[in-house]
């Protein structure tokens, strides 16, 4: 029999040995032996930037597969206030400033994904187990494509012992990552090495932007017996922060092109001035300014229980939300308002300054003057009741009920919540006599600006300024609920002969519903109380923007712009808007439960100077989607009127949607094969095959149709509209990763890899083509009260999501090495392709990201300098056209000052750069968006005791 231990259990050792919580937990897939093993290594109190790096190193060099590791210490010692900014550091892994494209760019990174892929893609877990998640934005809590990731913005980074980054997958790993998955692994009471352990931190962060400071504080406390058998740790946390991001947006027009085109007939005065019909012109440019109040309030317990050495049993719960009211201003110019000759008649423009770009055929720069006032502008004011949170309760226990049998198991139920309560918005024509734009690239915010005069009375509107009201829009009670609720039982049965050193299996059931829950109203103006007779008074825009809006953006735009209070827009919309439930935006509401079953049988494997392990997972799926189909019958199973359904003139057939479920069922068979070879005693060879799959987003699956309006009486031109897909498969991929390590020096290693992934089934944006009943529209604007037309069959391609065949192929490279002395630095680098069957590139594809790192530390300072660089991002689709966000780079810094053993202080910043985010559409020389959100500092204290 075999005396040396396994490379698991030694990678077990090390950690025990080195790290910050003397005993971390034990990997689900380590042989049984590497308890007894464990236990018998003397516990050594470590910390500081030297040893993190060492567990780090160690844990990556002795485990089966392919991962990557962050330490609590190494965290502590980083400018990192949730999870996602850490991980930014570990190759291959990529963070987004925002899940969708919907929302724009923000200061804190919320999205990990995994080597070029969405980070839908990427499996998130908290000790192993799910965690159901909450998103604060209304477009990401209602719209396509961010349901399976998870908001780091909601897991502070104090709640960490280490977190995992696993890059390939084994038969009993959960099945839902195909590019990986991330396990944040939190501490234990009985990991601590003294009996009561206080700790935490008071401290405050200034905002540069908002000219704002707050205050942040943990505490964490943790108390075991003598004998180690029983523990109690309790945690807490309240952070608050402010938020302001000064923005210019180049907004595309509704519809299928980013860029409508000159018409001889719309745009004739543009014609006779020399703009040749066709060449594209820009829809709306705004200066948008965006404020937000964060406050992240929860915390975490557990109770562990040992009464023997070979039983462990620990309840664990976590809490947390985050209040995120947000106001957002955004003072827009209209040239396809300006340049429709139909809006001004007697009224049209004169021209100056005309220049086009002959490679996009794009007007890049024009003036224009009216002598009579006319519309130049529109002003949206949106202010946001909104909240973010998560939470669980887990039990999970191991026992080892012989020398070679070990039972493992644990099962939890998950909540997430995402909520806008209200949207109080209102919007204004802006009046002028002049305007006009200067493109500067999507380097660069555009030049432009508004001559304003003072706006008309006209019939059923009266002026407030420069501004005529124009509409009221926005969902209100949103709510989407996110429920996750698990079991599993696993065993390891550990042989002493042969290759074969143990066998794993196990069970795992869940269920997942998402879902909104009670009806979403798409407020608009209140006819009855004549909100276009009734204007936010003049006097109400009291507030400005700030004086130093928009510096660094480029360009030249508007800048002094007076708005409201946000009390003032809620009280207008309190009396002006409807709200009725006559306004059920059905096309909004979603529901989703998935029911999953899911077996596993794993060989781990053993011989001289080589292991690995080979299994396979097998697993079953039952989903039930909501599916609303529009209709005029009251009597069909849930039927709710909705003013929305009707898309004829007379706004009446149809008259609103009734429920229908979508059920398939579907199974999965996973293999997977890994190998690592002791090539030399310094150097690691690991290669891996395995099959992974991720189910769809759930506003993927749930399906309502939004026909849009039809104006052809011949009943040939394809009318267009949107819809879900409940019959997508999931995400199948063949995944092949090979990676060698040269460990040459103590805390130091170089490494490279290659990998490879083959989705069959990836999920992207597509056109269903079906045939539908629709009424003709006047067009395509119907009136209520006009009379109605007769209805007519029609063909309509429905924007939805579709299956099709992708790949992504890299490259990783990584370095990690002391220098001199003190002073140490590490980088990493991986190239992604990521394209789908047509070339396209994948949502989230990001080709070129990258990491410099150098730190330096001593008895009683350290410091930390970090660099994180991601190339152009491919968001997907927002507003007809492709969203692009370009590369950037994010420099981060980290100062600390030892004071004795139980207080100290740190200093860091983010965003020390002041990093500008910028956006492009289909046309890469063209901007979409840029945005600034400053630099936050945080001073902290720590004690601990």
């Known amino acids: 029999m075999k005396t040396k231990l396994t490379p698991i259990a030694a990678a077990t050792a090390v950690v025990l040995a080195g790290s910050v919580a003397p005993a971390f937990a034990q990997s689900a897939a380590a042989p049984a032996a590497a308890a007894s093993a464990a236990d ?37 010692k980083m400018p990192d206030k949730n999870v996602a900014d850490s991980l930014a550091r570990i190759p291959g892994v990529t963070i987004l400033n925002s899940p969708s494209g919907g929302s724009g760019g923000f200061d804190e990174r919320d999205r990990v994904g995994l080597r070029g892929t969405n980070p839908s893609l990427t499996q998130t877990l908290l000790d192993g187990h799910p965690v159901a998640n909450g998103d604060w934005f209304v477009l990401d809590q209602t719209g396509a494509g961010v349901g399976r990731s998870v908001s780091f913005s909601l897991l502070p980074s104090e709640l960490v012992s280490r977190v995992e980054v696993h890059k390939t997958s084994v038969a009993s790993d959960i099945e839902g990552g195909t590019a990986g998955s991330v396990n944040i ?66 907004l595309a027009h509704d519809g299928s092109n980013a860029y409508p085109g000159i018409d001889a007939t719309k745009n004739a005065s543009s014609v006779a001035a020399g703009i040749p019909a066709g060449t594209k012109y820009e829809n709306l440019m705004g200066a948008a300014l965006f404020t937000q109040e964060r406050e992240r309030k929860g915390g975490a317990a557990s109770i562990e229980f040992k009464p023997t050495n070979d039983m462990d049993f620990t309840l664990s719960g976590f809490s947390s939300k985050m209040d995120a009211n947000n106001y957002n201003r955004n003072f827009l110019m209209t040239p396809f308002w300006a340049l429709d000759d139909s809006r001004h008649a007697g009224n049209l423009p004169t ?12 007007l890049t720069s024009v003036n224009y003057t009216f002598a009579q006032p006319t519309v130049v502008g529109v002003y949206d004011l949106i202010s946001r009741k909104a909240s973010a949170s998560t939470n669980y309760l887990n039990l999970e226990g191991s026992w080892n009920v012989t020398s070679s049998l070990k039972l493992s198991g644990n099962g939890g139920v998950s909540n997430g919540e995402g909520k806008t309560d209200a949207q109080n918005v209102w919007e204004g024509d802006i009046y002028g006599t002049g305007g006009g734009y ?86 608009g103006p209140n006819w009855g109380t004549d909100p276009f007779s009734n204007p936010i008074p003049q006097a109400d825009f009291n507030q400005s923007y700030p004086g130093n809006f928009g510096n660094g953006l480029g360009g ?19 009396k002006y808007a409807n709200r009725d439930i006559s306004r059920r935006q059905v096309t909004h509401e979603y529901a989703v439960t998935e029911k999953t079953a899911a077996g596993y049988l794993q060989g781990n494997l053993e011989g001289e100077g080589w292991s690995g392990n080979v299994g396979m997972r097998l697993v079953q799926t039952k989903s039930k989607s909501l599916v609303w189909v529009p209709t005029s019958d009251s009597t069909l199973p849930g039927y709710v009127p909705s ?123 597509g056109i269903e083509r079906v045939t539908a009943s629709t009424d003709l529209t006047s067009g395509g604007n119907p009136q209520p009260g006009a009379p109605g037309n007769p209805r007519i069959t029609a063909p309509f391609d429905l924007s939805t999501q579709v299956n099709t065949k992708g790949s992504v192929t890299g490259l990783e490279f990584a370095v990690e090495t002391p220098v001199f002395g003190n002073f140490g630095v590490s980088a990493n680098y991986t190239l992604a392709d990521a394209h789908d069957d047509t070339g396209h590139v994948l949502k989230g594809a990001v080709k070129n990201s990258g990491t410099v790192s150098g730190y330096f530390e001593n008895d009683m300072f350290s410091a930390r300098l970090n660099y994180n660089y991601s190339g152009d991002n491919y968001l997907g689709r927002d507003r007809g056209t492709d969203y692009y966000q370009r590369g950037v780079g994010v420099l981060s810094a980290s100062l600390g000052y030892k004071m004795g053993e139980h207080l100290s202080f740190s200093l860091d910043a983010q965003n020390l750069n002041d990093p500008i985010l910028k956006y492009y559409g289909d046309v890469k020389s063209e901007p979409r968006a840029i945005y600034n959100n400053g630099r936050q500092y945080y001073l902290t204290a720590h004690f601990k005791y």
Not at 201 to 213: E, F, M, N, Q, W
Not at 563 to 574: G, I, K, M, V
Not at 680 to 706: E, N
Not at 723 to 736: F, I
Request: net charge negative; aromatic share 10%; charged share 20%.
């Open 40 to 76: 018998d290594v003397q516990r050594v109190e470590v910390t500081g930037i030297r040893a993190s790096l060492q567990t780090a190193i160690n844990v990556k060099r002795n485990s089966e597969a392919h991962i990557d590791v962050i330490s609590a210490e190494d965290i502590g």
């Open 185 to 250: 692994i939190t501490r234990k009471p009985l990991e601590f090495s003294k009996q009561f352990t206080l700790e935490g931190s008071v401290g405050a962060v200034y905002a540069d932007l908002p000219a704002k400071t707050d205050p942040q504080a943990s505490v964490m406390a943790a108390w075991r017996n003598e004998s180690k058998t029983f523990g109690l740790m309790v945690q807490g946390f309240d952070e608050k922060r402010h938020l302001r991001r000064d923005g210019v947006e180049d």
């Open 351 to 362: 021209f100056s300054n005309i220049k086009i770009d002959p490679s996009t055929n794009i």
């Open 438 to 523: 200067q493109l500067n690239g999507s380097g660069s915010a555009p030049s432009f600006g508004m001559t304003l005069s003072p706006a008309p009375a006209s019939p059923g509107h009266t002026p407030s300024g420069s501004y005529l009201t124009d509409w009221i829009f926005g969902d209100q009670n949103v709510d989407v609920k996110d429920k996750d609720t698990w079991g599993q039982i696993d065993a390891e049965y550990s042989l002493t002969d042969g290759v074969l050193r143990s066998l794993q299996f196990g069970l795992r059931g869940s269920e997942h519903k998402r879902y909104t829950d009670g009806p979403i109203v798409g407020q």
């Open 556 to 574: 030249s735009f508007p800048t002094n712009i007076a708005f409201p209070s946000e009390d003032t827009l809620a009280a207008y919309d309190a």
């Open 643 to 765: 003013a929305f359904a009707a898309v004829g003139p007379n706004f009446t057939d149809p008259t609103g949607y009734y429920q229908t479920f979508h059920e398939r069922t579907y199974t999965d068979a996973l293999p997977s094969a890994s190998v690592r070879i002791d090539v030399t005693p310094k150097v690691v060879a690991r290669l891996a095959v395995s099959r992974t799959m991720t189910r769809p987003d759930y506003t993927a699956l749930s399906s309502a149709q939004l026909l849009g309006g039809y104006s052809d009486p011949t009943g040939k031109s394809v009318g267009s509209g949107s819809t879900g897909n409940p019959d997508l498969n999931p995400v199948r991929s063949t995944n092949v990763d090979a990676n060698i390590e040269w460990y040459f020096a103590p805390r130091a290693f170089v490494s490279m890899g290659a990998f490879h992934m083959e989705m069959r089934s990836y999920i992207t944006d």
